[in-house]
Nanobody
Framework: QVQLVESGGGLVQAGGSLRLSCAAS????????MGWYRQARGKQRELVAR???????NYADSVKGRFTISRENAKNTVFLQMNSLKPEDTAVYYC??????????????????WGQGTQVTVSS
């Protein structure tokens, strides 16, 4: 079974930095794209940043210039470096993997997966 395990969340003061990591495990053949979403209390989940297998990235306007997404394809791992954090960045951050091709029991399957979420709290 494919799993996404996140780490790196926590409490930081405004202006500080955090680095999130997400590792996908299981019998993975390839992953199309990986990304980070966040959901603040009382709000809908939103895309923060996404990177595809070729390295192309896109970011939410609110984080451009402050956050950087990167990926180690060989390790099925994605990172989110968050700098100049603001209180409005406070949310649960979820790792997402799109188009995960896995091989189990002699068959191939392609689908998306979510991590369990990690809390990021930025104090003012």
């Amino acid at each position: 079974q494919v799993q996404l395990v996140e780490s790196g969340g926590g409490l930081v003061q405004a202006g500080g930095s955090l680095r999130l990591s997400c590792a996908a495990s299981g019998r993975i053949v390839s992953i199309n794209a990986m990304g980070w979403y966040r959901q603040a209390r009382g709000k809908q989940r939103e895309l923060v940043a996404r990177i595809n297998s070729g390295g192309s990235t896109n970011y939410a306007d609110s984080v451009k210039g402050r956050f950087t997404i990167s990926r180690e394809n060989a390790k099925n791992t994605v990172f989110l470096q968050m700098n100049s954090l603001k209180p409005e960045d406070t949310a649960v951050y979820y790792c997402n993997a799109e188009g995960v091709l896995s091989h189990y029991g002699g068959s191939y399957n392609s689908r998306g997966y979510w991590g369990q979420g990690t809390q990021v709290t930025v104090s003012s």
